[in-house]
């Protein structure tokens, strides 16, 4: 084996790794955008007000005994809230609710005849905050 041919086959040699190295990183680059996002948790919406009882905008004839609010899936009972104001705008209470499941009850105290604002608070499933307003 002579020096020249030693030196071509270094070169070859080397000139092969380049080639692969590129290719594994070509790969590699055209590969992990595909990859990747199928390895991470998904990530959920926060929990929605489905309907509520008395329904939103419902005209009762009686004032109701309990306010049921019911979400789009289970609620954490951490720090639920729920607040009651009158059209005037005037705070009848904020009380914590009983929470079960997918649902948030409060017992009303005896009340007018008038159109009420609910406000609500609850951390949804995913461990997020949630708040928002209905009118019953």
Not at 84 to 113: H, K
């Amino acid at each position: 084996m002579t020096a020249d041919t030693t030196a071509a086959r270094g070169t070859t040699g080397t000139a092969v790794r380049i080639m692969l190295a590129s290719l594994v990183g070509l790969l590699a680059a055209v590969l992990m955008p595909l990859v990747v996002p199928a390895l991470l948790p998904a990530a959920s919406a926060h929990d929605t007000l489905t309907s509520s009882n008395p329904a939103a905008g419902e005209s009762l004839e009686q004032a109701p005994e309990a306010l049921e609010l019911t979400y789009s899936d289970e609620v954490l009972n951490l720090s639920p809230a729920v607040r009651l104001t009158t059209s005037a705008g005037e705070e009848i209470f904020t009380e914590t609710p009983a929470v079960s499941g997918n649902t948030a009850t409060i017992d009303l105290p005896p009340l007018p005849a008038d159109d009420y604002q609910v406000l609500w608070r609850v951390v949804s499933s995913d461990g997020h905050p949630g708040s928002s307003r209905t009118r019953v």
